[in-house]
């Protein structure tokens, strides 16, 4: 069965992706296209907000150790400028302080990008019950 079956009411979705690393966005931005997402690109949290300021967005994938802004205070001004937005935390560490997992809806870990990102979206807009990733050390 082919995986589009799996997650088929996640297109027509607009995410933002929000990392100073550009090779991390272009995986991205190719994954979430390939399953019919509109897919915005940022690679500092200012630009990621301006985005979001002119486009509306459903998710906000954003890595937490940027210069200038990290991953939490971007997640707490990304939720006044888009309050519905789904925000999943992208990090290369398992160790996130827990007041920045409580700015956000999931961690993805990117290590696990690939087999997690999408069921983490899917879950988050409620398209089916798939299991949260589970994350081991």
């Known amino acids: 069965?082919?995986?589009?079956?799996?997650?088929?009411a996640l297109?027509?979705?607009v995410v933002l992706c929000i990392d100073p690393n550009e090779d991390v966005l272009e995986?991205?931005?190719?994954?979430?296209e390939s399953f019919g997402y509109?897919?915005?690109?940022?690679p500092s949290g200012g630009e990621g907000l301006e985005l979001a300021s002119m486009h509306s967005v459903d998710v906000v994938i954003v890595e937490y150790v940027m210069p200038k802004m990290n991953?939490?205070?971007l997640a707490l001004e990304m939720r006044r400028l888009q309050p519905l937005a789904q925000i999943i935390l992208l990090t290369g560490s398992v160790n996130v302080p827990k007041q920045?997992?409580?700015?956000v809806d999931?961690?993805?870990i990117k290590a696990r990008l690939a087999s997690h990102l999408l069921?983490?979206?899917?879950?988050?807009?409620g398209c089916g019950s798939i299991s949260p990733p589970t994350y081991d050390a």
């Open 71 to 73: 991953g939490q205070e």
């Open 119 to 125: 069921p983490t979206i899917a879950q988050l807009r």
């Open 100 to 103: 920045a997992l409580n700015t």
């Open 38 to 42: 509109t897919v915005l690109t940022a």
């Open 106 to 108: 999931a961690l993805v």
């Open 27 to 32: 995986c991205e931005k190719s994954l979430l």
């Open 1 to 8: 069965m082919p995986l589009e079956a799996d997650y088929p």
């Open 11 to 13: 297109q027509n979705a």
